[in-house]
């Protein structure tokens, strides 16, 4: 028997505190562009951590079924935001089993950014998740976010995903 549940494409995990934020918003429009990429009807499932429990287990089998997830946060300094963290802390290490991420840091300073992005990377393989998506580091002030995101989905089509267990 299957399971009727229809798994999302691809997930949008905003761990930025504050509702309706910059961070949210481009973690859904990366979302929906990977996504358009990867099926001809896509479904993406936003989890905005400034609106529901960092200790749902709903969102995180989303996330464990998704064909990609994008994680995104702002940079706080130099490390992404604790409701974030507090969501991964909930899957075990090696749990994600392959599923890819890309990374998202929204930050006010792009070196900050890197660092944040770097070490959320590291966390990120901790769960055994796949690195093959490019990460995604905007200027809080200065970046395009339409054009940041078509070259970012640009990149992320032309590096092959690892095939993960259905």
């Known amino acids: 028997m299957t399971d009727p549940t229809p798994w999302p494409t691809v997930v949008a995990l905003s761990g930025d505190p504050q509702i309706g934020s910059r961070t ?7 979302a ?10 896509p479904t993406v499932v936003e989890i905005d951590l400034a609106n529901v429990s960092a200790r749902d287990r709903d969102l995180r089998r989303a996330v464990l079924h998704a ?25 075990r290490l090696g749990s994600l089993g392959g599923v890819p991420a890309a990374i998202v840091v929204h930050a006010a300073d792009g070196d900050r950014g890197w660092t944040a992005e770097r070490r959320l990377a590291r966390y990120l ?11 995604l ?30």
């Open 24 to 30: 949210a918003h481009v973690a859904r429009r990366a």
């Open 32 to 41: 929906a562009a990977l996504a358009r990429t990867l099926e001809e009807q």
């Open 67 to 91: 064909r990609a997830v994008i994680v995104a946060t702002p940079e706080r300094d130099g490390w992404a935001a604790t409701g974030l963290l507090e969501f991964l802390g909930g899957f």
């Open 137 to 166: 580091v905007l200027d809080a002030v200065a970046d395009d976010i339409p054009g940041a995101i078509a070259g970012w989905v640009a990149e992320a089509t032309r590096r092959p995903a690892r095939a993960t267990a259905a």
């Open 125 to 135: 393989d901790e769960l055994g998740a796949d690195p093959s998506l490019p990460s």
